[in-house]
């Protein structure tokens, strides 16, 4: 298995702009995590899904951003507009059934830079 | 304030050197404790798994202790290697809400020769 796939891996934009993050899961895992990375508070996750359903997504920070996941195999986070203070690692993680112990995998993220 | 919290934040070491790194958590009642290695430019792995019943569980060079009473782990790499340069984060996962992870900031490993 390729494991968890994201693109793009790097992305500069201007504040303002739109920007869409992809991820392509481990194929046959049900849960699907969104996270953010930065040097002052680490990661944190944004939301997560299971069986393509949104569970938790307390950790979006505003309105501007999004994320949706219409089939297995495919998830998108937007920010719009973005602003400098996005900048950050944006990580997807996905694991199999939740049993306590289960190991999220982490696809190697986008640097996002917003200008 | 953080539930997890890590030290020290940075360290350099010589190849060949032991270390340990330090986990102080607040997350209770937790299922287990896992402890991740991130290179740069990638994304974090998982190293090793402690339920709360466990004191010890290693993987190679990597041997992570947990001491439940006092809520601290640490990870010990034993024999360091250039490639052991990565940042090591300590992960909590609750008893409930499960996927709703508390991630140290980690810390700064650098192996120099």
């Known amino acids: 298995d390729a494991g968890v796939i994201q693109s793009p891996r790097h992305e500069v934009t201007e504040m303002g702009q739109e920007v869409t993050l992809r991820c392509k899961p481990i194929s046959g895992h049900d849960y699907l995590f969104w996270y953010r990375q930065t040097m002052m508070r680490g990661l944190e996750l944004l939301i997560y899904f299971n069986n393509n359903v949104p569970i938790d997504d307390s950790g979006m920070p505003e309105d501007r951003f999004s994320a949706k996941m219409p089939n297995a195999s495919f998830s998108t986070l937007k920010i719009q507009p973005s602003e400098p203070r996005d900048s950050a690692v944006y990580f997807c993680?996905?694991?199999?059934?939740?049993?306590?112990?289960?190991?999220?995998?982490f696809g190697p993220g986008t640097r996002l830079l917003v200008l | 304030k953080n539930q997890v919290e890590q030290s020290p934040q940075s360290l350099i070491i010589l190849e060949g050197k032991n270390c340990t790194l330090q986990c102080n958590y607040t997350v209770s009642p937790f299922s287990n404790l896992r402890w991740y290695k991130q290179d740069t430019g990638r994304g974090p792995v998982s190293l090793t798994i402690m339920t709360f019943s466990e004191n010890t569980k290693s993987n190679g060079r990597y041997t992570a202790t947990l001491d439940a009473d006092t809520k601290q782990s640490s990870l010990h790499i034993t024999a360091s290697q250039l490639s052991d340069s990565a940042s090591y984060i300590c992960v909590v996962r609750p008893q409930t809400g499960a996927n709703n992870l508390f991630f140290g900031t980690g810390t700064r490993l650098t192996v120099i020769p």
């Open positions: 993680a996905s694991s199999g059934r939740v049993a306590g112990s289960e190991t999220q995998y």
